[in-house]
């Protein structure tokens, strides 16, 4: 088969390399449709790792994706060939005291599609999970929403975690794909009621990409104060900030945009290894920081809110790219150009 190899920083070969067999009675192979290019997978790509997580060099990434069932093993009864279908790509251990804990997202013995040294990526014609990885998808759904569920299971995910109430003054900093899905899973969950949504980017066409997705105000911190402007109109301060840039500066502005008793959910995954608070402001303000980890539990309701229309995340697909132009998607994504959002790899733009 063809996969997509990164073989050194900023540069992806695609190669052939055997297809991955089904090693386990509970396998599925899947015929891989469309791959979401992720932040993470950018970081991989441009500095060869996040944190302690380093890339050696070839290797396969990928974690955004969906399929068809393309073979299955031999315990297999929830799924048959030709079943389409989105993958949670991560593998947890199901046995140790956080699986037990319903904490599959800390699972101290996970393991994780695309993700350095663990699973060969999806940037591939073929990958092999587990069937409980392995989620049917309606018909109706195409393979770049199936490919969505991944990254917007994390916004969901982060959203139950923010203490929401009706009328909640929320900002979100940072507009890119999970920012924007932030967005659309909160505004989905508060159904119509007095919140009042502020968004933040240092892209334009993010700022304008917020408003579409129902942001009351959106504003580009490189071209206003936007800390005054979120500030004059909640002068109370906000409920919930969601950090979805990965930045000291917007972990800042989330933690004084904040009234006191609010929350700051870190979603975005910081380029620094280590980021820092006022320790004064939290402790004045008895603020509470929460992180994010993947996510639990939010892929079945993903699939739902998806397919049935609750929230729209074809306007976050900006660009389409066969398996053979992935560094052209990798090198459009890192360098945020031509206002793109979500790049998808597609195996129907071969
Ligand atoms: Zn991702
Ligand atoms: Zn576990």
Redesign the pocket.
Known sequence: MRAAFLTEIREIEVRDTPEPTLRRPEDVMVRIEAV?V????IHYYAEGRIGSQIVRFPEIIG??CSGTVAAVGSSVRELSIGQRVAID?LLACGECDQCLADRQNTCRRQSFLGCPGQVAGALAEYIVMPVGCCYPVPESMSAAQAAMV??FA?ALHSVRLAPLKPGSKIAILGAGP?GLSVLLACRATLGDSNSHFYVTDLINERVQAARQCGADWAGNPQQEDVQAAIGGREPLGLDVVFECAGKQETLDQGAALLKPGGTLLIVGIPELDRISFDPHLLRRHELEVKNVRRQNDCVRPAIEMISSGAVNVDRLVTHRFPLRETKKAFDLVASYGDGVIKAMIEAAAR
């Open positions: 979401g992720c932040g993470s997978d974690h955004e790509p991944e990254p994390v999970i």
